[in-house]
């Protein structure tokens, strides 16, 4: 009767797990970039049904005040902030 060692019984099955599980990664990561690169970019002209429907499609998101990459899509500033920014006080 053979042994077989059950930690290397189920190595092909491990290692098909992480292949699945890296490659789901680098798909995100796919994901990601082309998100960022389609997204609108700054002084980009909007008009008011547009610039509603984004914000209605934003707030569906699991992570709405952030891009893919983490990155801040919305910002939050005081009056006393934007004073200052033009001066005004």
């Not at 599980?21 to 389609?38: D, F, Q, T």
């Not at 984004?54 to 005081?78: D, F, I, N, Q």
Request: aromatic fraction near 8%; hydrophobic fraction near 45%; glycine fraction near 2%.
């Amino acid at each position: 009767m053979k042994i077989i060692s059950l930690k290397w019984s189920f190595f092909p099955i491990k290692s098909k797990v992480q292949n699945f599980m890296n490659l789901e990664k680098i798909r995100g990561r796919i994901a990601a970039s082309i998100a960022c690169h389609a997204a609108i970019k700054v002084n980009m002209p909007l008009e008011q049904n547009k610039m509603e429907w984004l914000l209605a499609e934003l707030a569906k998101t699991e992570c709405p005040m952030a891009c893919p990459h983490g990155r801040p899509v919305v910002l939050r500033y005081s009056l006393k902030d934007i004073q200052k920014a033009f001066k005004r006080i």
